[in-house]
């Protein structure tokens, strides 16, 4: 039987005159990808749980254009679609100079479908942005240079009326597990299915680079709360089948994608994988053995999720913030030290501005920050009735942002002021002189409501440092929250917060902030630009009809 495209092409990485292609095919198959005016790569499927994959690394693309391209499958066309309504898909390569604007769109917490778990939700900011760029999908003022999508891809534990049919038919057949959450691999992938196969997202992920992280939902709402919550977790009989597909699903459809070509090269995993003729069995123990718990006192450290890339003189450095986390009470860490160390080293370099990618934000509304910083203090006392009584708060309100790794939130602010205020041992400039990031933005999502927020680093930090928090794709808050969401913002409940945290000796926070824009509650997607020094943030929200309007468009340079 002939394969056949189940998923993709997903185009990922760009890099120079290479670009990466992924792949879900129904069958083996050998995969080709053709780019117009030259440029082309192959490579054969891997098998994993039945399932088959490839990534195909497309080199000899020209410089500074955009080149359309075709997917053979066994020598047999099967991208672009004869029947498609849409435009051809375009691999576009940027221009040697690197001095060359750099824009990215990003967001996070997408579900799926229209009508995912019975709610009615606003329109899909993902499938609106795809419509406006097919309008002319080579302008570079519509077009940007990469996706950045910042977790909750999809939600293994809120699924779609379809996905819940297909879970009754395997729970009645003996498969064990929660009613209405997936746990196999085999769940895992049609949630993939269901998201990646939306006509217009299929189209924006095959025609623009994207790069993901993931946040809790991809595994579990509240995926490394704490020490207490990680031991509650694996004594349900279906969690350690859980963690492990979770895990290994995100690395074939989302991290495999994240690598460069040469990265691609070098992996061992997928040597390994490409290697053998099924790859189930190595999968299912990496998957088993990256839940190991960090701690503070782990040297090597654990699998590694965060990542890095320039665009241009723009450097991202996207963090894992959940799965390596360091849980021990008293030590909380949201990287390990390892990690911490490697991050550090990606932060200093030869860019212009710096972009941190984090599902998390970093800069919470000030109420809220207090109350997770209080919340840590507690849950760190000696008095177990106390301690439990915080843990209990920590979990019911989600309480578990970088405010409440308060070591972790105090090292980043320091590197941030450190790196913003410039001075020898931090940068080396174009003229060789000692120079500060023309800025620095964290993107966010999780909190499902979109702001931007200007940190307050002092008068000797020159660099810009922003938080820019995109949050839903495609979800939304319950309305009785809005209200609430909105007062954390407010002076008076900031104060009280504060008291609060004082209260149980929690210092005043190494940094202060003002919110420039938001909060808005609407479906939206961002743009961050660069152009030399400058940049610029968009943030854009969905109409009911399902068009992009703007919502705030702020400069980020003084």
């Known amino acids: 039987m002939s394969a056949h495209l189940l998923i993709g092409p997903v185009l990922r990485r760009v890099v120079g005159d290479k670009a990466t292609i992924w792949v879900e095919t129904t069958s083996p198959a050998q995969v080709r990808v053709e780019a117009a005016g030259g440029g082309a790569g192959t490579a054969s499927t891997f098998c994993a749980y039945g399932h088959h994959y490839a990534i195909v690394v497309v080199e000899g693309l020209p410089r500074g254009a955009a080149s359309e391209y075709r997917v053979f499958l066994d020598d047999r066309k099967v991208w672009p679609q004869d029947d498609s309504p849409y435009p051809p898909s375009v691999i576009v390569t940027r221009p040697a100079d690197d001095a060359a604007p750099v824009s990215m769109i990003f967001g996070s917490c997408r579900e799926a479908t229209p009508h995912a778990t019975g709610r009615r939700l606003p329109p899909d900011a993902l499938d609106a942005y795809a419509r406006r760029l097919m309008a002319d999908p080579r302008d570079p003022d519509r077009r940007p240079d990469l996706i950045v999508l910042l977790g909750d891809q999809v939600y293994a534990d809120k699924t779609s009326a379809k996905v819940r049919r297909f879970l009754r038919r395997r729970r009645a057949a003996g498969h064990n597990g929660p009613a209405r959450e997936v746990v196999s691999f085999d769940e895992y992938t049609k949630l993939y299915l269901e998201s990646w196969r939306d006509p217009e997202i299929r189209w924006l992920l095959a025609t623009v680079p994207s790069v993901m992280i993931f946040d809790d939902h991809e595994i579990i709402d509240d995926w490394n709360t704490s020490a207490s919550w990680r031991a509650d977790m694996s004594a349900q009989p279906w969690w350690r089948e859980r963690i492990a597909s979770g895990l290994v699903t995100y690395w074939i459809y989302q991290h495999l994608g994240n690598l460069s070509p040469d990265e691609l090269a070098a992996d061992p995993l997928l040597a390994k994988i490409q290697s053998v003729p099924d790859a189930t069995d190595l999968l299912h123990d ?273």
């Open 286 to 558: 990496f998957g088993r053995s990256v839940d190991e718990p960090s701690s503070a006192e782990n040297v090597d450290g654990p699998y590694q999720w965060s990542f890095v890339l320039d665009i241009g003189r723009t450097r991202l450095v996207m963090l894992d913030n959940r799965c390596n986390r360091v849980l021990t009470p008293g030590r909380r860490e949201m990287l390990p030290a390892p990690e911490w160390g490697w991050f550090l080293d990606q932060a200093h370099g030869d860019y212009d501005h710096l972009v941190v990618g984090s599902s998390l934000p970093w800069l919470m509304p000030p109420a809220i920050h207090h109350v997770e910083a209080w919340n840590e203090k507690v849950a760190d006392s000696a008095g177990p009735r106390r301690a439990a009584f915080a843990e209990t708060v920590r979990r019911a309100f989600d309480l578990e942002h970088w405010a409440a790794f308060r070591r972790s939130f105090d090292a980043l602010t320091e590197l941030f002021r450190r790196l913003g205020q410039g001075g020898r041992g931090d940068r080396v400039g174009a003229g060789g002189a000692y120079a500060a990031p023309a800025t620095i933005s964290v993107l966010s999502g999780d909190v499902h409501h979109s702001y931007v927020a200007r940190a307050l680093l002092g008068p000797d930090v020159r660099t810009p440092v922003h938080q820019l928090t995109c949050s839903p794709i495609h979800n939304q808050v319950p309305a009785p929250l809005k209200p609430l969401m909105r007062f954390s913002w407010s002076r008076v409940a900031a104060r009280g917060m504060r008291g609060l945290a004082r209260s149980a000796g929690v210092e005043r926070p190494p940094v202060a902030w003002k919110r420039l824009a938001g909060p808005y509650f609407g479906n939206a997607v961002s743009t961050l630009r660069h152009n030399g020094p400058q940049a610029q943030v968009i943030l854009e929200g969905t109409t009911k009809q399902g068009d992009l309007f703007t919502v705030a468009k702020l400069p980020l340079t003084d």
